[in-house]
């Protein structure tokens, strides 16, 4: 339900997002979502897999200042680090 509200409040701000709502047994597929538990069971690495390379392919042509040629996320006790390095993207896990 706070998903849910989350998302029409990105919406509402014309921000760009998408919601997979994950509701019973026939959504999990055993390779990327194993439960409905919380976190599902996911790793990191699946989801980035999945989501990643769709995050990258909208903000390629997007126009904006970098002072620095990465970009990091905090999650619980790791920090993923994207770095711009030529024509590619480098992931470090710290």
């Given at each position: 339900k706070d998903k849910i509200?989350?998302?029409k409040c990105f919406k509402q701000l014309n921000?760009?997002?998408t919601l997979h709502l994950i509701q019973d047994e026939?959504?999990?597929d055993?390779?990327?979502i194993k439960s409905l538990e919380h976190g599902m069971r996911m790793t990191d690495k699946a989801l980035f897999r999945k989501e990643l390379p769709l995050?990258?392919?909208k903000l390629k042509d997007r126009k904006s200042p970098m002072r620095e040629n990465s970009i990091s996320y905090p999650c619980k006790n790791r920090v993923?680090?994207?770095k711009d390095q030529g024509d590619k993207f480098k992931l470090e896990i710290v």
């Open positions: 509200e989350l998302y921000l760009d997002a026939k959504d999990i055993g390779k990327m995050m990258l392919e993923f680090k994207f």
